[in-house]
């Protein structure tokens, strides 16, 4: 059946694309390459030819799959396929690669024995497998005797290239065997040079390393990110009944920014889309010119070699550009024109549909201080002109500039979101929390009991540490002994706070030794009143949101298997070491704000006013990037030019721009050393380029103003903040239930979303909710209900989940009873068709002013689908069961009536999920454990038009309400909420009034 597409909104969308655009979206089959310059509109090109292949075709939304390497670029493509076509774009498949990959491995797991049986690797297990088999294997260039780790990090790193071009150890062997054979050169006659010789030296040290490593982690049962991916291109490969399986499952293939796919993401579309000689519905966007990815794999090899594998693929020129004027795109093309093309025709110039504007100006300062503060007036002059703050970007090269520039604009009052990628452990939060775990891991170490003295929140006056130094001197007694000593500190004038801090560390050091590292870094975080400094503290979502990735990113280290205080502390030294872990992104709600951020990030992004900072010699272009370990070998190294790469970011950079192009450099770097322009500068052609006067700007800068303090915004209280986390998240039930119970609660545990530990009984829920959701789907594929098959899934999933060793044996025996009970009750139930782990999102109209809809979102754990489209819900629950009453709502407990909400809810979703094509026949509270008697019980309700019309009514005060902030001077129920929530609520409400 052709999908319900608004032949109205396709209408008037379709009347106004060009024809290079509307040749693109009618051609739906075979293979299509379309080269999308920048500013040409390919979201909206494949969004309509999603919309005109539902339109023209009876291909159903689910058979359509469209590949994006981004979760943003696949929601913006979800969100505008929904807005043209309805609920039916939920059902289009946008995903990631790598979401791709994971969804084919959970459903077909038989095929992936090693991923399914195994544990994705942590960045610090890779370092430590590294290092331990560099000390004990057989190396000749990659362990030099000063440091013998030296390499390991571009051992990690060039592991992670070869995984990435599917390059087995056995395969990277037979690479450079032939490299030896014929060195490099083809010409056998030739001597091999010294570079030549060098560089095969440190690739056979990498081979050997690469297959222990291998080894390793077989033996390890672990996994790499990379081999995810990997895993699904080789599968599919070599199994044709998965291949076969999912070609016929993908009608229609669609990837976007194509050239920087990497070899295994292009080996599984060449996969997916068949025989090549059969056309394949493949449509692959992208643009050489801004092919950026180098580092992380990308080729543009691939890009290029898409005529070559199907010779018959219709090509399609993007050259009206919708963004820029005419100055901006002839300055950015005048540029690329010094790389050489590497699909064989011509390149096309970009035509401004907007017609000529200003010159793209350039502004020499004589150093970096003055340039960061010359941009900070300019982009102020661009406010008071007219322009809002948040359609001017400054773009930098580097990380550590982009914090710098927003440094400079918040000392001149500017708000502004800084969005550079750093570690994590640049984050003020982590750094914190870290120097506290250190001062807990090695208590009875003065210099330890320091630290945590100095502390910001420690409650410690930094006069009573220097006071306790100069004791610790004159009493010739360790500074943690004179801490003890009350009656010393006392006669010393020290504040009792300095022995109050001891007994914490000493109480917090006991007992760690019996907890679960990262549940007790997450304690050691409440009651040591970090968490409620951050929360006062400007930027408190952006720390909050560090802490709770660098916990997250911790945790599996603490899961795998039991460990120390110091085992843990240990693997956060090595990724501190060498710069490992999740990347802190700063960030802040747009609206209102300059944007600060590096040209990879800004990709894909458009403003009015674009500043490109630093722009000299060494920065952009000219980067002194030599790898530490090389592999000429590989075909895609061959003549490859460092500055071809940076001169396409630079490009990407210029084509940000709308109406006005800054660009701006000094003539000396951080050190005072005279530097040059960058050679892209000169490379824009010149009579597009307009000098711009600074000698009135100097007159008035004082360099004085680089050490003025930051001009502050209003802390916690910020409407934009809290509408931008709630417009991001949406509403899901669980938040909903928690909102009525206290809004505080939900603003704590769902909006700010403070970090908390999974308990062990809701992680024992989730493994078995898995094992469940496999028993169920093994019965669709087979027609019988495998236990055993469940049974193991189960216990896989319940070795990852965070759960301490000693109640680890009690959830096994507890899991494998309630399994096996229930495939005996309700085998035959088990069999019937539906759909497992549904996740549904939907646009929720409402009337509250600047809103306009809000994105409900659940996830139902099974759906029973009956011949006439009426459909059963299942919801699973484990532990004790609930009364009937208890689950309507009818008792004075405080969780009452949670559970009939959420059936409720859950119709609320239905009604709009595929058009409202299925009616809830029923909806299902599912006690998957027996209970107390030893039976199974299933409560059985219908929910009625009127609960559905509550649940709207409902849902639309809440909304009103968080958007409002009208909770905000409520008090903090500590009967209903965690008194460490109603004591960071209080302090909020109090900072908030002496704010005013």
Same mark, same amino acid.
């Given at each position: 059946m052709t999908a319900p597409v608004s032949k109205k909104l396709f209408s008037e969308l379709y009347k106004q694309l060009n024809p290079a655009q509307k040749e693109a979206v009618d051609t739906i089959d075979g293979p299509v390459m379309v080269i999308a310059g920048p500013g040409t509109g390919k979201t909206q090109v494949l969004t309509l030819r999603i919309a005109n292949i539902l339109k023209k075709t009876d291909t159903s939304a689910d058979s359509i799959l469209a590949l994006t390497f981004t979760e943003s670029a696949a929601f913006s493509l979800k969100k505008r396929l929904v807005d043209i076509i309805g609920t039916e774009g939920y059902r289009v498949r946008a995903h990631t690669f790598h979401g791709f990959s994971q969804n084919v491995i959970e459903r077909f797991p038989d095929a992936f024995p090693r991923i399914i049986g195994g544990a994705p690797t942590h960045e610090a297990e890779k370092l430590l497998l590294l290092k331990k088999i560099i000390e004990t294997a057989t190396l000749s260039s990659l362990r030099p005797s000063g440091n013998m780790f030296y390499y390991v990090n571009p051992i990690k790193g060039q592991i992670s290239s070869l995984k990435r071009e599917q390059i087995t150890p056995d395969k990277f062997k037979d690479i450079l065997d032939d490299a030896e054979k014929d060195g490099v050169s083809g010409d056998e006659t030739e001597a091999p040079s010294a570079s030549f010789l060098k560089a095969l030296s440190k690739a056979r040290d990498l081979l050997v390393v690469y297959t222990a490593y291998e080894q390793a982690l077989r033996d390890e049962k672990l996994y790499d990110y990379d081999d995810m991916i990997v895993e699904v291109s080789r599968t599919l490969e070599e199994d044709e009944n998965l291949r076969l399986s999912l070609q016929e499952e993908?009608?229609?293939?669609?990837?976007? #920014?194509?050239?920087?796919?990497?070899?295994?993401?292009?080996?599984?579309?060449?996969?997916?889309?068949? =025989?090549?000689?059969?056309?394949?519905?493949l449509f692959i966007v992208g643009d050489d010119k801004q092919a950026i990815?180098? @580092?992380?794999?990308?080729?543009?090899?691939? !890009?290029?070699?898409?005529?070559?594998?199907?010779?018959?693929?219709?090509?399609?020129?993007?050259?009206?550009?919708?963004?820029? *004027?005419? #100055?901006?795109?002839?300055?950015?093309?005048?540029?690329?024109?010094?790389?050489?093309?590497?699909?064989?025709?011509?390149?096309?110039? /970009? $035509?401004?549909?907007?017609?000529?504007?200003?010159?793209?100006? $350039?502004?020499?300062?004589?150093?970096?201080?003055?340039?960061? !503060?010359?941009?900070?007036?300019?982009?102020?002059?661009?406010?008071? &002109?007219?322009?809002?703050? &948040? #359609?001017?970007?400054?773009?930098?090269?580097?990380?550590? =500039?982009?914090?710098?520039?927003?440094?400079?604009?918040?000392?001149?009052?500017?708000?502004?979101?800084?969005?550079? =990628?750093?570690?994590? @452990?640049?984050?003020?939060?982590?750094?914190?929390?870290?120097?506290?775990?250190?001062?807990?891991?090695?208590?009875?170490?003065?210099?330890?009991?320091?630290?945590?003295?100095?502390?910001? !929140?420690?409650?410690?006056?930094?006069?009573?540490?220097?006071?306790?130094?100069?004791?610790?001197?004159?009493?010739?007694?360790?500074?943690?002994?004179?801490?003890?000593?009350?009656?010393?500190?006392?006669?010393?004038?020290?504040?009792?706070?300095?022995?109050?801090?001891?007994?914490?560390?000493?109480?917090?050091?006991?007992?760690? #030794?019996?907890?679960?590292? *990262?549940? @007790? /870094?997450?304690?050691?975080?409440?009651?040591?009143?970090?968490?409620?400094?951050?929360?006062?503290?400007?930027? &408190?979502?952006?720390?909050?949101?560090?802490?709770r990735a660098f916990l997250d990113d911790i945790r599996p280290l603490s899961a795998r298997r039991t460990r120390s205080l110091e085992d843990i502390f240990g693997a956060i030294e090595t990724m501190k070491e060498?710069? /490992?872990?999740?990347?802190?992104?700063?960030?802040?709600?747009?609206?209102?704000? *300059?944007?600060?951020?590096?040209?990879?990030?800004?990709?894909?992004?458009? !403003?009015?006013?674009?500043?490109?900072?630093r722009s000299q010699d060494g920065v952009w272009g000219n980067r002194k990037n030599q790898e530490k370990i090389p592999l000429p070998f590989l075909v895609d190294e061959d003549g490859f030019d460092d500055d071809e790469e940076e001169r396409r970011l630079f490009y990407v950079a210029m084509t940000r721009a709308k109406d006005t192009l800054t660009i701006t450099y000094s003539e000396a770097n951080d050190t005072g050393k005279l530097t040059l322009a960058s050679p892209f500068v000169d490379e824009i052609q010149t009579d597009l380029v307009a000098d711009v006067p600074v000698e009135d700007f100097l007159k008035t800068f004082d360099v004085v103003e680089s050490f003025a303090p930051r001009a502050r915004r209003p802390l916690v209280k910020d409407k934009e903040v809290i509408r931008d986390l709630f417009l991001s998240q949406g509403l899901a039930v669980t938040a909903l239930n928690n909102y009525l119970k206290s809004p505080w609660l939900y603003f704590m545990r769902n909006l700010v979303r403070i970090p908390e530990m999974p308990t062990p009984p809701l992680e024992y829920g989730n493994a078995i909710h898995s094992a469940l959701q496999a028993l169920v789907n093994r019965g669709f594929e087979r027609g019988e209900v495998d236990v055993a098959y469940a049974l193991v899934c189960f216990e896989s999933e319940l070795s990852r989940r965070f759960i301490p060793e000693s109640l680890r044996p009690d959830y096994m025996e507890r899991g494998q009873v309630a399994i096996e009970g229930y495939a005996k009750e309700y085998a035959k139930d088990i069999l019937l068709p539906g759909k497992t782990e549904l996740s549904i999102e939907i646009p929720f109209d409402v009337s509250v002013p600047d809103v306009g809809a809000v994105r409900l979102r659940g996830k139902i754990d099974r759906l029973i689908i009956h011949p006439d489209d009426t459909v059963s819900v299942i919801d699973y629950k484990t532990g004790k069961h609930k009364s009937r009453n208890q689950i309507e709502g009818k008792t004075k407990d405080l969780n009452s009536g949670d559970m009939k909400r959420q059936l409720i809810f859950y119709k609320v979703l239905l009604s709009s999920f595929m058009g409202g094509k299925y009616t809830l026949r029923e909806a299902i509270i599912d006690y998957v454990e027996p209970n107390d008697r030893g039976k199974y019980r299933k409560e059985v309700f219908t929910v009625t038009d009127e609960e559905v019309q509550e649940m709207k009514d409902t849902i639309e005060r809440v909304v009103s309400e968080i958007w409002d902030l009208s909770f905000w001077n409520t008090p903090c129920d500590p009967s209903v909420v965690d008194a460490f929530y109603c004591d960071m609520v209080n302090a909020i409400q109090n900072n908030t009034q002496s704010q005013k």
């Open positions: 993908h009608q229609y293939i669609l990837a976007d #920014e194509h050239q920087d796919a990497n070899g295994a993401q292009n080996k599984i579309l060449e996969l997916l889309a068949g =025989d090549i000689h059969a056309n394949p519905n990815f180098r @580092f992380q794999g990308a080729s543009l090899d691939h !890009f290029a070699g898409f005529i070559k594998k199907y010779p018959s693929a219709k090509v399609v020129d993007l050259t009206d550009n919708y963004r820029s *004027v005419q #100055e901006v795109l002839d300055g950015a093309g005048s540029l690329i024109e010094h790389n050489a093309p590497p699909i064989d025709r011509p390149r096309v110039s /970009l $035509k401004s549909f907007r017609g000529n504007g200003k010159k793209i100006q $350039k502004a020499t300062l004589s150093n970096p201080e003055a340039e960061r !503060f010359f941009v900070a007036s300019s982009v102020l002059n661009d406010i008071r &002109s007219g322009i809002e703050p &948040s #359609e001017i970007a400054i773009i930098t090269r580097r990380n550590q =500039d982009a914090t710098y520039f927003g440094d400079a604009l918040s000392k001149k009052g500017i708000p502004n979101s800084v969005e550079s =990628d750093q570690s994590i @452990f640049q984050a003020q939060t982590v750094s914190l929390i870290i120097t506290l775990f250190e001062s807990i891991v090695r208590f009875g170490e003065d210099r330890a009991f320091f630290s945590a003295c100095l502390l910001p !929140f420690s409650g410690v006056h930094p006069h009573d540490v220097y006071r306790l130094s100069r004791v610790s001197k004159v009493e010739r007694r360790s500074v943690t002994d004179i801490a003890k000593d009350t009656d010393l500190l006392k006669k010393s004038n020290i504040s009792l706070t300095v022995h109050e801090m001891y007994n914490r560390l000493a109480t917090w050091r006991k007992h760690g #030794e019996n907890t679960e590292p *990262v549940a @007790f /870094l997450e304690s050691v975080a409440r009651e040591s009143g970090l968490i409620a400094h951050i929360v006062q503290e400007d930027g &408190s979502h952006e720390e909050m949101e560090s802490l060498y710069g /490992l872990g999740p990347k802190h992104v700063r960030t802040a709600p747009k609206e209102g704000r *300059v944007r600060v951020m590096t040209a990879h990030r800004a990709k894909g992004m458009e !403003f009015s006013s674009v500043y490109i900072v």
